[in-house]
Each structure stands twice: as C-alpha cells, then as structure tokens.
C-alpha cells in the first residue's frame, strides 16, 4: 500500500488555472466519488482551496496508473483539458507524501506560512471523505498524525503567533503598549471600511469604549450606533484625544488635522498618558513629527504594512524550526507504519505462549490439589511472569526491527521458529478437485478488520498453499448513503451491506467478521461457515490514572461506545458519567490521553491485536461485565452454496467456539434481533454440555435481569433460546418493550469496535 | 570550605541556571524552559538562603559586615523580590534581565575574600544593622526599577522606530514595565529614606557628627535625591515612560557606585 499526494498549488500554478479546477467545500463529495469510482484507490481524499487542489490517496498497485486516474477525474470533473494543468502537477509518494501532508496541515505550505485557515480546511475535507467511506485505515491515522504535527508547530514555534494583517497588526502594536486592552477607548476620526475592520479587532480584544468624531454628524452617529460608542463632533476631537488611548484616523482631508504642537498641548493634558495614533488616511491626516513627541505613538498605513512585511520574515525563521519538528515527525511516522506489519506476528506470538501457559498451569494446579486461592494466584502470577520475561526481548527486538527493512524477515523467522502458522496437515483428505484456488477476502479497511483479515488470509494460505489468496479492501459505495443517514442503512453498517453485495455477487469469496458485528439474521444465501476460536472475550478498563473501575473517583469519565458496557458499569458505579465513545481504538486511547476522559472501556481482543495490551488497567471478568453475543471471535461469512470456499475455511473453524456462538446467537435472537440494547451473553464449554450466562439491562443499569442455563453442546440454539425466555419471563420484556420503540430486527447488536 | 560557602556556590549554579534558561525561554518561546528558569532560581534562592542560615549561626552577626557579605545579601534580595514580582506579573521576560545581574553581583562577591572581618566596636549595634539591611533591600528594588526601565527604553525605541523587529515580541508591553517600574520604586524609596535616617542617626551615635560630608554618604544622599526627585516627578507632574526609565537608570548606576566602586576606592572597607 502507498501513501500518494497528486495535486497543484500557489506554488506550481497560477491563479487562473487553480480557479478554473477549484472545487468548492459544499461540492466536495462528488468528485470524491469520481474518484472512487474511477479509480483502485483505496483511500482517498480531497482538499480544495483556493491555493490549492491536492488529492491524498493510499493505493494498491503502480503510482503511474493510480495519478493518472486522478488527473482524468479532475480534469473531467472540471472540465479542463489535461495539457493544462499536467506540467504544474506534483506527485508525492511515501515519506515525501506524508511530509507534504504534515506541511500543508502546519501551514508551512500555504501562501501567507502560519495562516491558521489551513488546518480547518483540511480538517473539512477529511471529515467529508471519512463520511463518505473513502478513508480507512491509512489516511485516518495520517492525517490524526498530521493534526497532532499541526498543534505541536503551532505550540512551538512563533510561526502563528504574529500579526500578518494591518488591523491585526494594529492591534498587537495596542498590546505592546498598553498591555491590557480591556477597558480602553477608542477613538475614530472619520470612516472608512479599514478604520471599521480595526475598530473590530479592537473590540473583539476588550476595548470599551467607542467615539466617533466625522465632518458629518449624521455619519458619526450613525457609525457610533453600530458600534454602541459615542458620537461627536468634528471640532471636538482634539479634546476627546484627552481621554482616548488608541485613536484611529480616516477622514479624506487633503492636509494634516493634526499637528506636532496640538499633540504636544494633548500629550501635556493626558499627564503624558501614553496614547497610539493609526493614521490610515492618504494623504496623511497626522503629521508624523507628532511620533516626535514623547508618549505618542504613530503608526501610518505604510508603517502598519512594514510591519506586516517584517511579521512574515520572522514567521519565515520560525517556519525553518518548524521543519524540523516535522522532519523528526516524518521519521516517527514511517517508522510506525513499518512497524505495523509485525503486530500480527507479536500478538500470535503471545497466545501461543499463553495457550501453552494456559495449559500447563491447569494441569499442574489439577495436581497440586488443595491449594488457597493466595497460593493458585502466586502460582499463576510466576508463570505470568516467566511468560513476560521470556518474550519481552524477542517483541522489544521485533518492535525495534520492524522500523527498518529487515522487518518481514525476522517476522518470517520468528513465526517458523515458534511455528505460529497453522501446519498443513488438516489439509489431508480433502480430494484435489475441491482444492480452491483462489480465495478472494473481503474485510474492512480499519486497523482491527485487517489485522483480522490478514491473520485469516495466513492461516488459509498456510492451509492451501497452492492457493492466490488476495484481499479486497473494501470501497463502500458512496452512492447509496446520500440520502440516507449514516445510522439508518437498514440498521446494518454500510460497509457489513456493500461486503455482503460484493460477496452475493461474486466479486469476493468471504469477508472477515468481528463475529459481534454479525447481525442474526444473514442476507439469503449467506451463511456463516467457520468462527476461530474465541479469544479474550473480555472487556477491559484502561484508566488513565491506572486506577480500577472500583478506585475511579465519583462523577469520574467514563468513555464506552456500547450499551450493554454502560449500563454494567452503570450497576455498579451509578456515581460514573458516561460519555459515547466513537472511533476505532487508536483513537479512543489517544481522547483518553489527550485528558477529556478518566478511563475507557474497551474490548480486550482489540487493544492486545493492537499491542497495546500494557495500556491495560483491569480485566473484567463476566461478573463484573458479561460479553457481549460473539465477543472475541471471528466469523467467516460465504455463500451458501460456495462449497470449495466452505471446505477451505473449515480448516479455520473451532467447533466448541462455533456451537457456543450458536447458542448466544439463537440468544439474542429470541429477545429481539438486535437494536442497540443492553444485553449480554457468554458460553462456555463444560465437558460435553455448555454453560451459557445472558443478561438484558435497563439503560440506566438500576435493573439487571440475568440469568444461567447448561445443557448439550448438541442443540446450542435450543439452549440459548430458553435461556431467552426465561428472561422474558422474570422482567425483562418490559426493558426491551421499553426500549424498543422502534421494532427492528437484523441489526448490529453491539457497536462497531 | 564552609559549609555556608558550599550553598553559596550552589547558589550561584541555580542563578547562572536560572539565567541560561531565562534567555532560553526568550529565545524559544517555550513554557518548559520558562519553568525550568522558575526552577532553578528558586533553586539557587534556597540555598542561598541556607547559606546566609549557615554564616549568620557561623557569626553570630547578620552576614552584612564585609563587601562579599553584603554583595551577596543584595543578590538574594535582588532574586527575592524579582520571584515575587514573576509570580505576580507572570511575566518571566524581565527575569532574563535580572538574574544576569543577580550573577554579576554573586560572582563579583565570590571574587571578594571572604575571611571573617573584625569589627571593631564602633561597628556593631543592632542599628547599623539595620541601617544596612534597609539600605539593601531599597537598593534590589531599584534593581528592578533599573531593569524594567532598560527594558522601556529598548521597547520604547523599539515601537518608536516604527519597524519592530523580534526583540518587540519578545518584551512585555510598556505599561506592564512602566507599572512594575513605579511599584519598585515605591517599594525602594521608603526603604532607602529610612537607611538613610538610621545610618546618620547610627553617624552621629558613633562619631558625634550628624553630616558626614565626604565618602559614600554623600553618594547615598545623591542617589536618594535622584528617586526622590523621580518620585515626585511621577507622582505630581504625571511623569512616567521613557524619561522616568531614564531617571531609574541613572539613578541605579549612582547605587552601584556607591555599593562597590566606593568601597573599592576606599580598599574593600564597607563601613
């Protein structure tokens, strides 16, 4: 995957041309689609100003093809011949594009460098491409990245922090010399759009009070009315320049109507009050001797404009520190991309460790017999710690690695070493005419989906060597949510329908699923053909404090995008405000870093994938917060009747997991679908029979209405349909009845995390 | 060495840390290093506030007998009164002025010898001491009048000019040093009057002579005209800006004079 950055800008074209393939905010999302359907973009977005026209895009494939198609869509889109604009286009790729990106969102790229307009342009433009789907995993954490390089140049360096205009100018000028402008007045001689404009700023900075002295009193008054000031005479502004600190003068007089000696007389009156004179009038209305006099201070519009023209000059040095700070960041970035390929490697480093932990420790407690429960938990607790001890050089040294090109190799080694890739003797058996030969995977361009999807493709490709197995990543179309809100798609999300078409259609042959993303019922003829074995289906607190759930303070934050997580927590800790949580991990760990929340809720799956599982804080247990239906697993979704693709993820499935997940599944549907409700399942296998806990809440989390089954692994949805049913019977209908005010039914059953 | 010595240099490594990280933070325009500056002053305060701990237990006197000695009080009374000035102001841009002086001054003592002077009996009292100490602590106000009137003027010229360059950004605005220029010195003024009332009182005590006429008197007296004058100017005919600053800085200049370049004239002798 390529990061790429075609486009032109103030620097390569003239205004004329960057006019004529000007898009405006509004009209965005069309040529956004354009180039999504035109072109094998991945990912794309598109920043229009008036400075610039740039699209960012993360592409499989040749660069050439993937320019090329952004070169027609604009040229089409607007309507300008090719020839025109191809020799003024620059083209960007890896560490050059997100430099260039990281530019442009600092302001070091833009016309006037350090204009804080930029940041919130791009800004607009990623949130109108993350809307239409076109983003995903690369060009959301780029561009997180590049707002986060943003805020740190405009913290660091001067590069924002002078004036660039000539009110701005005057107004920082009024600061240098007064300090405070709060409680100053003001006084404007004549009237002109220039004087009115630093007449706001000064206002917006604190300044009081406004008089307006103007040849015609009409007009004077007229203009102290818009400003709620004070009116006055013409004549009498010579006296009101007793009181007034800043006084701004406009009037079209042909010669000075202030001279040296009236000043010096004024500045005699004021107790030599220091006072600051704009004169913006051409010709001049203040004689510039009056700077002459002690306490006065002049500046005329050539003045002002100098000093605009010196602010840009020290914005330029400031702008060379800035480069630096992004040049380091570059470096930060490219490291961290490259590091992503081997987190799958970590993380199935890990369980297979901890499998093996996990087994020994049983048997051995098994043997030791009667122990207290302080001496099974320091047993635990030393093989925890042999675990981590063992595998924290092997992962720093990966970590460390995988920042340079050796990367994939040792990654390579370390999986053969540990054999981490399934062996391929599950093929045996299969008959050669039912061998599939290429496995097409759909899955969902986040961090997590194609982790996710990249762990399945290993293992099906240790299965089937022979075997072309490719992702698709999916584009969602575009065209079908324009009118419809983002939530409302038939209450599935966008990207489980376009997968889902993409699948009935042939263009794919399974998607990869977060089997608690999975609504309960499935399109006709789709079926859910292998689940993997579950992983850690817990929920985790990761606090900032380090505190756990018990020790946060009351009214603490408490950030969680599900329901059912809400009102758990919400029984035990009615004191905690909870706040909605959206986005995919990265960004959820980072708002609770950037301090807007006390602690998180999240899936333990997710944030171990991620390698973050040191973040943790505590681990709740199905006590304290029950999973929710499919939690921990992954689903394999295909065509009914795809029996080579059936046969070649069955080497993926785990049949315990799959007949437990059978039964949360007939669970959840007995009580209503899906709709975003609390409620909460998790089976286990016990011997031959499963063990399976459910629960549905009120909201507030005051009602709980739980409740436990066992029975045979043979009928699972038998099982979990009576242990909805028992529920229904002991209150929870009239939870559901009061939640559900609309009736659904096919929908997500928990947010998508 | 003594253990007062020891905190005295320790003293003056937080000071010329203090210094480094103020122009720093000027320099770079960023909060950490404006703390650290913060940090390390208060530092450098601290010991050297054992230090005088450690010489007056040493003595038995206040340590303001000998050049070093009284160098070294108006250092400390110099970063005392800036540290309370930046927590007031929040303002650590004067600092880069200050602790540069607040150096000089720690410095110079510490080139002085330091061996314990015999006074003899004439020199002792509680009178004289505090015809010192007051004299002192008006003298490190007037520091800071000194300081944030250089700083007017270079503002001033600076917005005078009407082509500010980078020092103009960096530098408070005049009203700020105007305020903490007038506060200072109607903190000092005061002090200084009565150092002077006690030290001719302690003159005449001593030596039977009301006016000493010659010597770092005649100094003191000067310079006490200079700020009594600048007082009145600003109080009664509305003085202030650059003039004012000018008037601070001249009359700071006599101060030193007095302080040291008397002293020195006369072989290092205080009193």
């Not at chain 1, 201070?297 to 404009?305: C, E």
């Not at chain 1, 040294?397 to 190799?409: C, D, F, I, S, Y």
């Not at chain 1, 997590?448 to 075997?467: C, F, G, I, T």
Request: charged letters at 20%.
């Amino acid at each position: 995957m390529e990061i790429l950055v075609v486009g032109l800008s103030h620097k390569t074209a003239p205004i004329e041309l960057r006019e004529r393939l000007y898009v405006a905010e509004a009209d965005l999302p069309k040529p956004l689609e354009m180039l999504g359907e035109s072109t094998d973009l991945v990912e794309r977005m598109l920043v229009a100003t008036c400075n610039r026209v740039e699209v960012y895009a993360a592409a499989d494939g040749a660069v050439q093809k993937a320019v090329e198609g952004i070169t027609d869509c604009l040229a089409t889109y607007r309507n300008v011949p090719k020839a025109d604009f191809l020799d003024k286009l620059y083209t960007y790729t890896a560490g050059e594009a997100v430099r260039h990106v990281f530019r442009v969102a600092s302001s070091l790229d833009s016309m006037v460098v350090g204009e804080p307009q930029i940041l919130g342009q791009v800004k607009t433009a990623y949130s109108i491409a993350q809307a239409r789907e076109a983003t995903g995993m690369i060009l959301t954490n780029l561009m997180e990245q590049a707002f986060h390089v943003a805020k740190r140049v405009r913290s660091e360096t001067g590069i924002a922090t002078s004036a660039v205009s000539v009110s701005s100018a005057a107004v920082e000028l009024a600061r240098k010399i007064f300090g405070d402008l709060a409680g100053r007045s003001v006084l404007i001689i004549g009237a002109g759009e220039m004087a009115e404009l630093a007449l706001r700023h000064l206002l917006d900075d604190g300044v009081r009070s406004v008089l307006v002295a103007n040849r015609s009193y009409d007009r004077a008054v007229a203009l102290a009315q818009q400003f709620h000031g004070r009116a006055v005479t013409f004549e009498a502004f010579r006296q009101e320049m007793v009181s007034a600190d800043i006084v701004i003068s406009s009037t079209a007089a042909p010669h000075v109507i202030l001279k040296k000696e009236d000043m010096q007389a004024i500045i005699q009156q004021r107790r030599h009050r220091p006072i600051f004179l704009i004169d913006i009038a051409h010709p001049r209305d203040i004689d510039p001797a009056c700077n002459e006099v002690d306490n006065v201070y002049l500046y005329d519009i050539d003045d002002l404009q100098a000093v605009v023209a010196s602010n840009l000059q020290e914005r330029a040095g400031e702008a060379e520190r800035a480069e630096a700070i992004i040049e380091r960041e570059v470096g930060v970035y490219l490291n961290w991309l490259r590091s992503l390929d081997v987190v799958p490697t970590i993380v199935s480093l890990r369980e297979r460790v901890e499998e093996i932990r996990d087994a020994e420790l049983q048997k051995a407690m098994g043997r030791l017999g009667d122990l207290t429960p302080e001496q099974r938990e320091a047993i635990a607790a030393m093989s925890r710690a042999m675990v981590n001890k063992i595998l924290h050089q092997p992962m720093t040294e990966l970590k460390r690695r995988a920042a340079h090109q050796e990367g994939p190799r040792y990654t390579t080694v370390l999986r053969r070493l540990f054999g981490l890739d399934p062996s391929p003797d599950i093929r045996r058996g299969t008959g050669a005419s039912a061998t599939p030969k290429v496995l097409r995977i759909g899955t969902r361009a986040s961090v997590l989906a194609l982790w996710q999807a990249k762990h399945v493709a290993a293992r099906l490709q240790a299965a089937w060597p022979d075997a072309n197995v490719s992702f698709v990543a999916m584009k969602t179309a575009g065209d079908k949510i324009q009118q419809v809100a983002l939530s409302q798609v038939g209450g599935k999300a966008l990207w489980v329908q376009s997968m889902e078409e993409a699948l009935l259609d042939g263009r794919i042959d399974l998607i990869v699923h977060s089997m608690k993303d999975v609504p309960t019922d499935l399109p006709h003829g789709l079926t859910i053909a292998a689940v993997t074995e579950r992983e850690d289906p817990r929920d985790v607190l990761i606090s900032r404090s380090g505190l756990t759930l018990a020790e946060l303070p009351p009214g603490a934050a408490l950030g969680t995008s599900s329901l059912r997580r809400q009102a758990q927590i919400l029984h035990r800790r009615p004191d905690l405000r909870m706040v909605v949580l959206r986005g995919n991990v990265h960004t959820r760990v980072r708002k609770l870093d950037a301090g807007e929340l006390d602690a998180i809720i999240v899936a333990a799956a997710g944030i171990k994938r991620l390698g973050l599982s040191e973040r943790i804080t505590e681990y709740f247990s199905p006590d304290v917060c029950l999973p929710a239906i499919g939690q921990g697993v992954l689903g394999i979704e295909i065509r009914a009747e795809d029996s080579v693709t059936a046969r070649a993820v069955a080497v993926l499935d785990h049949r315990e997991t799959h007949r437990v997940i059978l039964a949360e599944r007939a669970f959840l549907r007995r009580l209503g679908g899906g709709c975003q409700v609390p409620v909460a399942a998790h089976g286990q296998v016990e011997g031959d029979s499963i063990r399976l806990k459910g629960l549905v809440a009120s909201l507030d989390g005051k009602t709980i209405i739980e409740g436990e089954v066992a029975g045979p692994m043979t009928d699972p949805e038998a099982l979990g349909a009576s242990l909805a049913d028992h529920l229904l019977e002991h209150g929870a209908a009239p939870i559901l009845e009061e939640l559900f005010g609309r009736p659904t039914s096919g929908g997500p059953h928990e947010a998508y995390d | 060495m003594a253990i007062d010595q020891f905190f005295f240099y320790l003293a003056l490594l937080g000071y010329l840390l203090g210094t480094l990280h103020y122009l720093l933070h000027i320099a770079s325009r960023r909060l950490s290093i404006g703390r650290a500056a913060t940090y390390a002053t208060l530092a450098g305060f601290g010991a050297h506030t054992l230090s005088h701990i450690f010489r007056i237990y040493a003595l038995r006197r206040p340590p303001l007998g000998s050049l070093y000695e009284s160098l070294s009080f108006f250092a400390w009374a110099i970063v005392l009164i800036y540290l309370i000035t930046e927590f007031r102001y929040g303002n650590r841009v004067i600092g880069a002025f200050v602790l540069p002086m607040v150096v000089l001054a720690g410095s110079a003592a510490a080139a002085l010898p330091r061996r314990i002077a015999e006074l003899g009996p004439t020199l002792q009292g509680v009178g004289l001491w505090i015809h010192v100490a007051l004299a002192i602590f008006g003298n490190a106000a007037f520091a800071l009048t000194f300081c944030t009137g250089l700083m007017y003027i270079l503002q001033e010229r600076q917005l005078k000019s009407r082509h500010p360059g980078k020092m103009h950004f960096r530098l408070p605005s005049l009203e700020l040093l105007d305020d903490v220029g007038v506060k200072s010195l109607l903190f000092g003024f005061p002090l200084l009057t009565l150092a002077l009332i006690t030290g001719s009182i302690w003159a005449e005590y001593t030596r039977g002579s009301f006016l000493p006429l010659y010597g770092r008197e005649t100094w003191s007296i000067l310079s006490w005209l200079i700020y009594a004058g600048l007082l009145y100017a600003r109080l009664s005919a509305g003085w202030r800006g650059r003039k004012a600053a000018i008037l601070a800085i001249i009359g700071f200049c006599l101060v030193l004079f007095t302080l040291i370049g008397v002293s020195l004239l006369r072989g290092g002798r205080v009193l």
